[in-house]
């Protein structure tokens, strides 16, 4: 399978001599280096998304990673690494790295294993390694295949501005020397007929969780680095390098810390009878403090927010009134799971308002183009900018759809004896369900995987009432869907910008997913063998969050008095995203707030976001308070800088440079605790 991969990948890639860009683009170095660096961040993100359900996607930081291994190699290099290179590498490391959410196994399997016995119709819901493999391959692939034929429609035709995919074009642009891409309003590719126009330039932050990817992906404007990142040179490398590997340290020398010392994971900064009987402490991570810079200020604020809501009123009120009477921390029993559902309510609200406004634009201008006619028919025959030879064959792409879909419904069907026919209808429902999560994605950056798999839940209520593995699946089938796809359009976008073929990044899209199934698998069955799961370390809480759904659609009754409470949040964050649609839709630049006259972009920045402020509410108050921690002091020791070099005549630049020191330091802190803690596990495992 490799080996046909791989011709069919070399055999379409070499440039044209009309092609600007002249260097490699598929090659084994840039593939073996993106595996290597994938792997890194999937241990990572399987560590912390069983820990409190963020992920990150990382493709800035492993275009960044990749540059400076082969620019370190430099003097060896026959060939130097070039952009489109440096395009097929985090095409394959992000693909490798985002499988724990993709495979669902930092929300669906733990889940399933949740499940009571008598709410799994027999069916075994504890994997072995094959079976994970199997589960692993039956969702990883349709989501890729789907998401090639709307490249045409959504990158090259309509120019969405995916930011994330944009961001990193503007930085591997940089780091090459290059000129930015977006700069004259002309996109280019390889292969190149023609070309069209400009690019909104506008980058947004993206983090990805595992209950929605804002990258929720992010998952939801906001200023994290990424925008600066893009445009600062090269330069300084050894203070960069220096700067990574110290956050590194750092960071796993705390996880080392905190493997032997338990009690630095929960400081009782707020005295020992608030810590003891409502849960807030203090967990003084430098991986949390890195999530927490890489989220920004606005989204940990209303984090925060949530937390203090959730936790620090609701809570409070559940126990003392006896609706929640066991312990604070458990889900069943204590106020922990009574709080959950309000969390749960304004996830449901808000992605599925988001969907609908998509929805509905997506509908208004169809309806447009069809009163129009076939007007523009002509213009649209030659819209495509890549010489047909570096495209995926039609061929392939609906091939490789029909059969990985067949793949899903067998799997399913011998994993846990889903019927063939309702899993056919799981992945037709994902699809047009993808399209959507898509479009947002590449207009806000983004991808609303957790509304998108409620919506299946909530069909498959009635598809298959009762059965709740069934409605699990249904569910885990439809976020894979949308987040393979909106990975794949971020990377199409990146490449699109730098002149790379789709053909080469296809390629590295599916040895990275090929390659991930089996290192997740294996990563995730030694956390199950070592810790418990769900346990005090890891309480996957978006686990929880999914099994509640399916409860819920198939008639389990809510805990007492908590449905008046969810309906008002509900309704609250029903209103909150029209009123962000609206908004974005004034020409005004500045808006009138009270006495206020404010910039609409700060507005916009500020708006309450829904998913953070459910993370805060089904998140222990540790995990949050660090972040926020994280992302003010970065804030803080910015303003600080730019205050105290007031004779900096450019600003903007200073900023640039800060932004860029600060995301590299945020990603070591990320990656050391997330290494060190899975080398911590293979030495329990295998100790």
């Known amino acids: 399978m490799f080996d046909r991969l791989v011709l069919f990948a070399r055999r379409h890639v070499a440039p044209t001599p009309h092609d600007v860009n002249s260097e490699p683009q598929f090659t084994w170095r840039a593939i073996i280096v993106g595996l290597l660096f994938g792997t890194v961040l999937c241990f990572s993100n399987l560590w912390f998304g069983l820990q409190s359900g963020w992920i990150s996607m990382m493709s800035l930081q492993a275009s960044l990673?990749?540059?400076?291994?082969?620019?370190?190699?430099?003097?060896?290099?026959?060939?130097?690494?070039?952009?489109?290179?440096?395009?097929?590498?985090?095409?394959?490391?992000?693909?490798?790295?985002?499988?724990?959410?993709?495979?669902?196994?930092?929300?669906?399997?733990?889940?399933?294993?949740?499940?009571?016995?008598?709410?799994?119709?027999?069916?075994?819901?504890?994997?072995?390694?094959?079976?994970?493999?199997?589960?692993?391959?039956?969702?990883?692939?349709?989501?890729v295949f789907f998401g090639v034929p709307l490249r045409r429609q959504m990158v090259v035709k309509e120019k969405l501005r995916f930011p994330s995919g944009t961001a990193t074009a503007q930085m591997i642009s940089v780091l090459h020397k290059r000129d930015d891409p977006t700069d004259d309003g002309r996109e280019e590719t390889v292969g190149s007929v023609g070309s069209v126009g400009s690019v909104d330039n506008g980058l947004r932050r993206r983090e990805r969780r595992a209950d929605d990817?804002?990258?929720?992906?992010?998952?939801?404007?906001?200023?994290?680095?990424?925008?600066?990142?893009?445009?600062?040179?090269?330069?300084?490398?050894?203070?960069?390098?220096?700067a990574l590997g110290g956050s590194f340290a750092i960071s796993g020398t705390y996880a080392l810390l905190a493997h032997f010392f338990p009690l630095l994971t929960a400081l009782p900064v707020f005295g020992s009878y608030v810590s003891r009987e409502w849960a807030w402490n203090l967990m003084p991570s430098p991986s949390y403090a890195g999530q927490g810079i890489i989220m920004g200020l606005p989204t940990c604020t209303w984090m925060v927010v949530g937390a203090c809501v959730g936790w620090g009123i609701l809570s409070p009120v559940a126990k003392h009134e006896g609706w929640a009477p066991g312990d604070v921390l458990d889900w069943k029993t204590g106020s922990r799971g009574w709080i959950l559902w309000v969390s749960l309510a304004v996830m449901i609200a808000e992605s599925t308002v988001s969907l609908g406004i998509v929805a509905t634009n997506e509908v208004v201008a169809l309806a447009g183009r069809i009163r129009r006619g076939r007007n523009e028919s002509s213009e649209d025959v030659d819209v495509e900018t890549v010489d047909a030879r570096f495209l995926v064959p039609g061929w392939i792409t609906w091939g490789g759809l029909a059969v990985s879909t067949a793949v899903c419904m067998g799997i399913m069907k011998a994993l846990f004896n889903v019927p063939v026919y309702d899993t056919l209808l799981a992945v037709g429902l994902a699809l047009p369900l993808a399209v959507l999560g898509v479009r947002a994605l590449g207009e806000t950056d983004l991808n609303p995987v957790s509304g998108i798999g409620k919506v299946s839940q909530v069909v498959f209520a009635g598809v298959m009432p009762g059965n709740l593995v069934g409605n699990l699946v249904a569910g885990g089938i439809a976020e894979a869907g949308a987040q393979q796809a909106g990975d794949l359009m971020q990377d199409l976008k990146t490449g699109h910008l730098l002149k790379a073929s789709p053909r080469a990044q296809f390629a590295g899209q599916m040895i990275g997913s090929v390659f991930s199934i089996f290192v997740t698998a294996g990563a995730y069955l030694l956390y199950s063998r070592v810790y418990e799961i769900p346990g005090e370390q890891f309480p996957v809480p978006t686990a929880q969050v999914w099994l509640d759904m399916a409860r819920l659609v198939n008639g389990h009754p809510l805990p007492e008095h908590v449905t008046p409470v969810a309906i008002a949040f509900a309704v609250l964050f029903v209103a909150l995203p029209i009123?962000?649609?609206?908004?974005?839709?004034?020409?005004?630049?500045?808006?009138?707030?009270?006495?206020?006259?404010?910039?609409?972009?700060?507005?916009?920045?500020?708006?309450?976001?829904?998913?953070?402020?459910?993370m805060g509410i089904y998140n222990a108050p540790n995990f949050t308070l660090m972040r926020a921690v994280g992302a003010f002091v970065a804030s803080m020791v910015t303003e600080i800088i730019v205050m105290r070099t007031q004779h900096v005549t450019d600003e903007r630049q200073l900023r640039r440079k800060i932004s860029i020191l600060a995301i590299i330091i945020a990603s070591g802190f990320v990656l050391g605790e997330g290494t060190l803690s899975f080398f911590i596990l293979l030495s329990q495992a295998f100790s």
């Not at 290179?85 to 095409?91: G, K």
């Not at 929720?216 to 050894?238: R, T, V």
């Not at 808006?591 to 507005?603: C, F």
């Open 579 to 614: 009123g962000a649609a609206l908004v974005g839709r004034s020409t005004s630049v500045h808006m009138k707030i009270g006495p206020w006259m404010v910039q609409k972009s700060t507005v916009q920045r500020w708006w309450p976001s829904g998913i953070a402020f459910a």
């Open 213 to 242: 990817a804002i990258s929720e992906e992010s998952e939801s404007g906001s200023n994290e680095p990424h925008e600066d990142i893009a445009k600062l040179g090269d330069s300084e490398w050894a203070t960069k390098l220096i």
């Open 65 to 143: 990673v990749g540059f400076a291994v082969f620019k370190a190699l430099e003097g060896v290099l026959s060939v130097p690494f070039g952009p489109a290179e440096n395009v097929i590498l985090q095409t394959t490391a992000v693909a490798t790295a985002t499988m724990p959410l993709a495979g669902g196994f930092v929300g669906i399997l733990p889940a399933l294993k949740m499940l009571d016995k008598d709410e799994t119709n027999g069916v075994r819901t504890v994997l072995n390694f094959g079976e994970l493999c199997a589960w692993g391959v039956a969702l990883a692939f349709f989501g």
